[in-house]
């Protein structure tokens, strides 16, 4: 019998989360609406002409696994975080969340990794990642018995930009192909998959990834395609399963001869788009380990997504069950 | 001439912000509603207990630091943070704000202070405070030039805690009444008001405090009366100007001869009262300093409260010299 629902794996970062208009990100090089890597140097820099700031526990896998504790999922969590304070803030909040949490945090430098997020008066966010002690995630990090007893294992693409990261990955996708689980990935950011497309669509073809989820902008990104239609039908044809989110046109989740169309939910004020991928992928990987059909767990995708948009902060105050609930999905 | 609108004097906290049910404060014996004083060994044990949270920069006479200096005052800033994590992200937030700040951060131990907030789904919040490196504000952190180079000085009832912030207050009151300045405080909090009502009551009647900001309750507590309108008599008699708050009852402001009833702003949701009171006095200062009538001044505290208890976190994201064009305040 499995233990977890879902094993989440990626950068363990601490969001350093502040406003700013548009001209801030001209002015100081940031690529809108994408995760920028930056060096202590330049975070530094950053930091000095940073207004004034919330903390809040980030990372794109790290949300997602929370968000499927929220929504009553048992989730596991491979992360690195160094021994001080921002690592125990991290520790803390996923745990305190139920995530089950243990990879060993790293002694002395580099420090926790922290993202710089500037959220633009649209709600779109810009994030600035320094990744610190993220760096030392390695196979020696994998823990076997989270990896073979999760129904599925869910990575993000951003685990690339580290060094020996994709060694703890592909680790973890031996113990849970051996245990006949499945695997998942979200592409995360364009810019990533431009880095990355050709390891990506090995992991893909491979089948070391089962189920693929990515935004529009990276599926285009990874078939160098203009065509969300191509896309589409090549993505299908590289993975058992894949969920495209589409911000408020909802999101298409596709197998080899199957399209599911799923509709966003209607918002009230869309505040900061942070989280909105890593929340789709919490729901739908809830439902799917709960044995719902795809609709149901695009639905639940969507659920989560929209309501992690309508606050500050990439991991939802409300507990998804509940809101779930009230909504009728659960 | 003056260098600042208003110099602020409190305990430099970072706010660590979670929700919870009432039950969850009955258990753990907290006060609702009130700032819970603790040591280093229970701020552990309800860490550990608390559920995911967000850090924020906060502090009674911070906050209002911040928000003067949002609403296009010039501020300043006295108090204590440790050289670690926590004293960084402290100082980043205030400076950021534009609010100048100088005060001497402490090397070593104790930690900089934090406050465990928990918020019900009432929207009130409850504190618990461990002082940390607060507990080491004293004299020699009173910079002579910015008390006597500010229009108004306004100090935290809630500095008779730690054990020598009394004497950096009443260095800083000698040294702005000396250059014709005035000297402002809030009561904090009822309990704080238990605590210490005598020589709250004494700062006021000897002139070592001007103007004074209480809450309903607080001020039934330094009067020890169960009636507001008797409270109001006696506080109009021991202090040349007092801004009384009554939540959404809005304010009453009164001098010797004058009672100026003040509404509250509308809201749409309640989300948490945390900075209420900060923000009132952050208006009402910014108001008082730029010259305006007292009504106009209390229309900008309620203004700074209603803003602020409609997110969460202590220091209102919105800038507020625009939020106060926007309904015709400035």
Redesign the interface.
């Known amino acids: 019998m499995s233990e977890y629902d879902v094993l989440c794996i990626g950068n363990a970062i601490v969001d350093i989360i502040?406003?700013c208009d548009d001209a801030f990100l001209v002015e100081n090089g940031i690529i809108k609406g994408a995760m920028n890597l930056i060096d202590a140097e330049r975070a530094e820099l950053l930091?000095?002409r940073?207004?004034?700031?919330?903390?809040?526990?980030g990372g794109s896998a790290g949300n997602t696994a929370?968000g499927v504790a929220s929504f009553g999922g048992r989730a596991a969590f491979f992360g690195k975080v160094s021994a001080?304070?921002?690592g125990h803030?991290y520790e803390?909040?996923?745990k305190?969340?139920g995530v089950a949490f243990d990879t060993a945090p790293l002694a002395g430098q580099p420090p926790t990794a922290r993202s710089m997020i500037f959220v633009t008066p649209d709600g779109e966010r810009s994030m600035n990642t320094y990744l610190g002690a993220c760096v030392e995630l390695g196979p020696e990090d994998v823990e076997a018995d989270k990896a073979a007893g999760a129904k599925v294992t869910y990575f993000e693409g951003y685990l690339w930009d580290p060094p020996r990261a994709k060694e703890a990955i592909r680790l973890t996708a031996a113990h849970a192909h051996a245990a006949g689980r499945e695997v998942s990935m979200t592409l995360s950011d364009s810019f990533c998959v431009d880095r990355y497309r050709d390891e990506f669509l090995d992991l893909m073809r491979s089948g070391t990834v089962d189920i693929v989820f990515a935004n529009e902008s990276e599926l285009k990104a990874l078939y160098q395609t203009s065509s969300f239609d191509k896309g589409l039908e090549l993505i299908r044809k590289d993975c058992r399963l894949a969920a495209v989110t589409r911000s408020e046109l909802g999101s298409v989740v596709v197998t080899k001869d199957e399209t599911v169309p799923v509709e966003a939910i209607e918002i009230d004020r869309l505040v900061d788009t942070t989280g909105a991928g890593d929340l789709y992928a919490a729901g739908f990987l809830f439902g799917y380990t709960s044995g719902r059909s795809l609709k149901d767990c695009g639905m639940l995708g969507s659920l989560g997504a929209g309501l992690v948009i309508q606050?500050?902060?990439p991991?939802p105050?409300r507990n998804l069950r509940q809101a779930a609930q009230e909504v009728g999905l659960l």
Chains 1, 2 share one sequence.
């Open positions: 502040a406003q930091y000095s940073m207004g004034p700031a919330i903390e809040a526990s929370a001080d304070h921002l803030i803390h909040d996923i305190a969340q606050q500050i902060g991991r105050r």
